[in-house]
Every structure is written in structure tokens, then in C-alpha cells.
């Protein structure tokens, strides 16, 4: 079954706080998780042209079917805002009305916020050894375990 997936950094504070975030709000289930350093990110992401050493931007496979053969799929790669506002649209509650007012400031100001805190995301939310494990209930929805 395909399923939105989520790829971020997984030594980052804020990342995965944003995790836990999502985890927390998608009471559907439908987000998957996989962290940028693992080797299923470094497959999709040079599939796709893009770079799996940027770690500095969270991306979404918007329909990714980890029973495909091909890693590649048909739907697009989302990065950085463009992925966030996806992802605040898909979770339940009031995020839904949160992403559609997003949606009407430009996009160079959202995509310049989202720089500035990418860059100093380690320094204001700390950075992990290795990548922490999720709890034992939702295991299941991290593809890279």
C-alpha cells in the first residue's frame, strides 16, 4: 500500500521533534519515516537526482510503496517547505487550515524561513549521536529499522 514517506535527518533535535510531531497528529497512520543517513533515503534520493548528503531539508515521496520493485515511482519528490506544507495538510485537526494559510504567504519567504532555521538547527535543537529509535508502537512506520 502506498503511503506518504517521510525522510529527515536523524541525528537533528528539531527533526525529530517534527517526528514526533507528525506521529502525534496523524492519527490515520498514513506518514512513513526514514531517516536521510539510512541506505533506503540514499537509494530513493539518487533515483530521483537529488543529493543524499544534503541533510539540511526534510523531503516526502507523496505515494512511496516499499513492496515496489523500483525504487522510483511516479510521484514527485517534495523538499523543504514545499514538503512541510504537504505534510501539516495531510495530518488531522487544525493543521489542514494552518497549511492553506501558509500556502498564501510567497514562497521565497517561506522557503527563506525554512533556510534559516535549517542552518542553525543543530546549534538552537541539538544533534544525536546516532539516530534515536522510536517507540516500540510505531516501529512499524519507519521503513530504515
Known sequence: MANPLILYDGVC??????????????RRGVFRFASLQSPL????????AANPGMLDT????????PEESAIQSQTALLSRSN??????????????VVAVMLRLVPRFILDWGYRQIAGNRYRIFGRYEVC?????RVRSRFLDL
Not at 533535535?13 to 496523524?26: A, E, I, M, W
Not at 526534510?58 to 510503496?65: C, G, L, R, S
Not at 514538503?83 to 489542514?96: C, K, Q, T, Y
Request: hydrophobic letters at 55%; a negative charge.
Open 13 to 26: 533535535g528539531l527533526c525529530n521533534r517534527f517526528v514526533q510531531f507528525v506521529l502525534r497528529h496523524d
Open 58 to 65: 526534510v523531503y516526502v515521496i507523496q505515494d512511496f510503496d
Open 132 to 136: 534515536p529509535l522510536p517507540e516500540p
Open 41 to 48: 533515503a540514499a537509494r530513493i534520493l539518487a533515483a530521483r
Open 83 to 96: 514538503a512541510v506544507l504537504f505534510i501539516l495538510h495531510e495530518l488531522d485537526g487544525a493543521w489542514r
